[in-house]
C-alpha cells in the first residue's frame, strides 16, 4: 500500500506540471530590480616582490603615504616592488543594505607579476553616478601562480594577476528601488516573444482568477518583452503576491528557428524546428601550393658571362574528393546532421554550405553568424 501511495503521489506531481513548462521566475525579471556594477582603483600590498615599478603605482603609493601623515621628499625614489596597482570591481546587488558584504574581483591594471600573498587595502567602490555605494579590504584568494627563472624562462598557471575576496566588501549605501512604487509590476521576459509574453498572462489571470470577459483583468501583455500585473500597494502584500505569482509554471512559446554559428570558434548550433528545403549540394576542397625555389646560375671560369640567381616555381593543385547528397522536403535536425556526417565535413565546410542554403533560399531559418 505504501509502495501504492508513492507512485500515485509521483503521477499526480507528473500530471499537474505539464512537459516543457518553466516557473516565471526563470523566464522573466521585474523591471527596476537589478543589480548594480561598481568599480574602484586601489593598491595590493604584501607581495613577495613580484609587484611593480610604474609611474602611477608610485604615484599612487605616494598618495596613500600623504593620507596616512607621511610625506616623501620629491627626489626620494621608493622601492615598491612589493606593491601593485589594481583595478576593483563588484555587483551590488538589488535591495542590498548598508552592512552587508558583497565579493569583489581584483585585477592588476600595470605589470605585477602575481597578486599571490596579496592584501587590498582600503578602496572605495562607486556606481555610475560616482558616488560610493562600498568600502573594499582583506587579503586576496589566487588560484594562478608564475615562476620566472633568470634566463627569461617562464610558467603561469591559470591567471595570477587576478584575485577574489570573499565577502569583501561592506555596503555603505543602498539603492533605491521603486519596487513598491505605483499600483503595477512589470515582468520583462528575457527573450521576448509575443507568444511567451501572452502566454505568460493568461497563465497569471487563470491562476488568480482573473475575469477578462467582464473587464476584470490582472496581467496585461504590453508587447513581446513586459507583462504589466497589477499588484497590491502594500510593501509586504505586494512580497507575498510575487512569492506566489513567481513559482506559477507555464509553456511558453517554441523558439524562433535559428542557425548560429560562431565563426571564430567553429562553433555551430542549430535549432530543432530548422527546416531545409528541396535541395542537392556538392562541396568539395581545392588545394593550391605554390613553392619556389631559388637557384644560382654560374658561368664557366673563363666564359664571358655574369652570375644570376634564378627562380623556379612549383605549383601543385589538389582537388579533394566530393560527393553529392540531396535534401529532401522538410529536412529536420537529425536528417541534417547525418547527412552532413556522412560526408565528412568540417565545421568551416558545414558553415559554407549553410550560407549557400541560405542565398539559394532553401533554409527554413534565421542565420545568425557571430
Known amino acids: 500500500m505504501r509502495l501504492l501511495s508513492v507512485l500515485l503521489a509521483v503521477s499526480s506531481l507528473l500530471l499537474s506540471s505539464p512537459v516543457g513548462a518553466q516557473r516565471i521566475k526563470d523566464l522573466a525579471s521585474i523591471q527596476g530590480v537589478r543589480s548594480n556594477q561598481l568599480v574602484g582603483y586601489g593598491l595590493v600590498v604584501g607581495l613577495p616582490g613580484t609587484g611593480e615599478q610604474s609611474p602611477f603605482t608610485e604615484q599612487s603609493f605616494r598618495t596613500m603615504l600623504r593620507n596616512f601623515g607621511i610625506s616623501l621628499d620629491a ?3 621608493p622601492k615598491i616592488r612589493n606593491v601593485a596597482a589594481v583595478a576593483v ?3 551590488l546587488p538589488a535591495f542590498a543594505k548598508p552592512g552587508q558584504t558583497i565579493d569583489i574581483t581584483v585585477s592588476s591594471v600595470g605589470e605585477a607579476a602575481s597578486l599571490q600573498g596579496g592584501t587590498l587595502l582600503q578602496t572605495f567602490l562607486r556606481g555610475v553616478d560616482g558616488e560610493v555605494y562600498a568600502v573594499a579590504q582583506g587579503s586576496l584568494v589566487v588560484s594562478g601562480f608564475g615562476a620566472q627563472g633568470g634566463d627569461g624562462s617562464r610558467i603561469v598557471v591559470n591567471t595570477p594577476t587576478v584575485g577574489r575576496i570573499p565577502n569583501g566588501a561592506m555596503v555603505e549605501r543602498s539603492v533605491p528601488s521603486g519596487f513598491a512604487n505605483g499600483d503595477t509590476l512589470t515582468l520583462n521576459l528575457h527573450y521576448p516573444d509575443f507568444s511567451t509574453a501572452k502566454a505568460l498572462a493568461d497563465t497569471i489571470n487563470e491562476r488568480l482568477g482573473a475575469q477578462p470577459e467582464n473587464g476584470y483583468i490582472i496581467a496585461k501583455p504590453i508587447d513581446a518583452a513586459s507583462v504589466r500585473v497589477t499588484a497590491p500597494r502594500d510593501v509586504g502584500q505586494r512580497v507575498g503576491f510575487l512569492a506566489t505569482l513567481e ?4 509553456t ?3 523558439a524562433p528557428a535559428r542557425v548560429v554559428i560562431n565563426s571564430r570558434t567553429g562553433t555551430i548550433v542549430i535549432g530543432s524546428d530548422v527546416r531545409l528545403l528541396p535541395a542537392a549540394i556538392t562541396h568539395g576542397g581545392l588545394t593550391v601550393t605554390i613553392s619556389e625555389n631559388q637557384q644560382v646560375s654560374q658561368p664557366n671560369a673563363f666564359a ?3 652570375t644570376a640567381v634564378t627562380t623556379q616555381s612549383i605549383v601543385d593543385v589538389d582537388l579533394a574528393d566530393s560527393r553529392m547528397f ?3 522536403p522538410g ?3 537529425d536528417q541534417l546532421v547525418r547527412a552532413v556526417n556522412e560526408v565528412g565535413a568540417a565545421p568551416g565546410d558545414l558553415m559554407a554550405i549553410l550560407e549557400a542554403l541560405r542565398q539559394a533560399g532553401a533554409l527554413r531559418g534565421e542565420l545568425i553568424i557571430i
Open 89 to 91: 570591481h563588484a555587483e
Open 326 to 328: 540531396k535534401f529532401e
Open 252 to 254: 511558453p512559446a517554441d
Open 304 to 306: 664571358d658571362g655574369q
Open 75 to 77: 627626489n626620494t625614489k
Open 331 to 333: 529536412v529536420t535536425l
Open 247 to 250: 513559482n506559477f509554471e507555464f
